[in-house]
């Protein structure tokens, strides 16, 4: 497969659109400036034309709008001058993906359907976020791909076909459509509902690194959306080559997809462990720069009934946990339910059960509260396709994107 230079081979059963390392085109002819760092968008006013003196002040004033301001237009942009307005309106665009739907659980979770610009082919592609309101914080679930990379099995996301990347700009977009919903801006630290974000929507981030990278450097910018570092967190199913990548050059907090402590169980329900299994994994994991007592590794743990959950397994996570020297916390969650799904939710008892034996080790394990369930908002549920596929077809779509990451 010929990949762009510069660029991550992406595994997945169809070949990705490459991340686009430029502004990337509308149909229209504009290109997005949504995603660009100031640097890049200096370039992009340079390459339509602009002289280099003036670009420069341009783009430091477009960034501020942008990114600080929440603009969504050029003619609300009051220290550039009026007539420059059409001049970048007929080039650029800093507008948002576009919001199909918008769903508001009981419990006050919200989840939106998104859609990309279009396309050569005029097709836009759709993608989910979902953001959850606590008392004391607001968390921000943000996809990475459209369609997923993986086959973990327990997982709804994991049923989709990688469609294809998503841009730095439509993983920024996300964060900035929810300010707008929100009611966020100018951006602020202080007193906003929008706290922290955790890249655990659709999509595994480590398999479209770049584009992850560049969207969360602007979202951790002090001019810009100006989030703090330990208030993000990337998941990852275990593609350990990266993890030390994304250690040192995104810097944030680290959730590993574990879900099971032996072989067999881990090789069905999170395929990947097949190419990087557990013990390299929780070596990694070791290895992570910056985890410390202060910044702990999450293991995210799905509560699979007759599956994952003995106490067995509970001791076995203490073992390893130990055997490693992690500075760990474990989110038991327990399985949230979607049609087709081959797995049931563990009890109640068993998941205190085995939250029990992990707190009695020492280690934290609170069982997370599912959230936004009535509207398949809760974790796992994620997908934009109401689509039901039989059990065989989910063998087959597993066994080609296993066969396709090697």
Known sequence: MQTAPNLMPIPGHVDPVPVPREAPMQTDGRKSLVGLTREQIRAEL???GMESKQAKLRAKQLWHWIYNRG?????????????????????????????VEAQVSTDGTRKWLLRT??????????FEMVFIPDADRGTLCVSSQVGCTLNCRFCHTGTMRLVRNLTPGEIVGQVMLARDSLGEWPSQPEGRMLTNIVMMGMGEPLYNFDAVRDALAI????DGLALSKRRITLSTSGVVPMMERAGKEIGVNLAVSLHAVTKEVRDEIVPINRKYGIDELLQACADYPGANNARRITFEYVMLRDKNDSDEDARELVRLIRKYKLPAKVNLIPFNPWPGAVYECSTPERIRSFSSIVFEAGISAPIRTP???DIDAACGQLKTSAEKRSRAELDRLAEEKQAALG
Request: glycine letters at 8%.
């Open 46 to 48: 340079e390459a339509a």
């Open 71 to 99: 603009a969504t237009a050029f003619e609300t942009m009051t220290d550039i001058a009026k007539a420059q307005h059409p001049w970048l309106a007929e080039r650029f665009t800093v507008e948002r993906p576009q919001v």
């Open 117 to 126: 610009a279009p396309d050569s082919s005029g097709a836009g592609h759709d």
């Open 219 to 222: 979202v951790m910018d002090g």
């Open 371 to 373: 959230r936004g369930r």
